[in-house]
């Protein structure tokens, strides 16, 4: 069975700093990863995934992440947040043998200082 | 970009009564919908996978007679809470795929409140 963690609950960052928010997946095979934002009462906006391919992958609003194999990590980062970005992050593994179905991290909610 | 709507996006009910929530692909035809619940500070859990035209596959530990869930077309499905309770109080996200499923799109969400 596929699995993400977050290990991070809580991140408190100033305004133009960078962000790097962890995740760590559990699946067999390769896995499809992606990054979602969740605002206060919404639904959740896609900021990028992986499929295949570079390892380095490009999203919305200035986020990207990085595939690493060997350590079971899809971690997002952003060079200098807005406090715009402050939100819930949640990280997700999908996977075509799990009937694709995406399993769901636990969520990093990411507060933005002035 | 293809939007799912979900209506309402907020329901406040009384205990025993029954609740509808629907979930609409505006510009895409569904062949997939998934039913997800939240609860407060938490991650969503998959309650169910709703194929156009047939019974939903429902997760482990998800009542089907308790959380009704029907993909009569391409472009709408719905859950309904039978007989709720304060304990279904809950954020429920729908999302949609249009056969392919890397492509998933979310619609905003409803917070039901049951007293």
């Known amino acids: 069975a596929q699995s993400v963690t977050q290990p991070d609950i809580h991140i408190t960052v100033s305004e133009g700093a960078s962000l790097e928010l962890r995740c760590n997946y559990s699946y067999g095979a390769t896995p499809y990863l992606f990054w979602y934002v969740q605002s206060p009462g919404q639904g959740l906006q896609l900021l990028l995934k992986?499929?295949?391919?570079?390892?380095l992958v490009q999203g919305i609003k200035g986020f990207e992440a990085e595939f690493k194999r060997s350590q079971s990590s899809f971690n997002l980062r952003k060079p200098s947040v807005h406090w715009s970005d402050a939100a819930e992050y949640f990280c997700a593994v999908g996977a075509k043998a799990a009937g694709n179905k995406l399993t769901f991290g636990g969520g990093t909610r990411v507060l933005v200082k002035p | 970009g293809a939007v799912v709507s979900q209506h309402p996006s907020r329901v406040i009910c009384k205990s025993g009564t029954s609740v509808k929530i629907e979930c609409r692909s505006l510009d895409f035809q569904a062949t997939t919908m998934f039913w997800y619940r939240q609860f407060p500070k938490q991650s969503l859990m998959l309650m169910a996978t709703s194929n156009e035209g047939s019974k939903a596959t429902y997760e482990q530990g998800v009542e089907k007679d308790k959380f009704l869930i029907n993909h009569a077309s391409l472009t709408l499905s719905t859950l309904t809470v039978t007989s709720a309770h304060p304990e279904d109080s809950s954020f429920y996200i729908c999302?949609?795929?249009?056969?392919?499923?890397?492509?998933?799109?979310f619609g905003s969400g409803t917070q039901l409140s049951v007293l």
């Open positions: 999302s949609a795929s249009p056969g392919q499923w890397e492509k998933l799109f």
């Open positions: 992986y499929f295949s391919g570079d390892t």
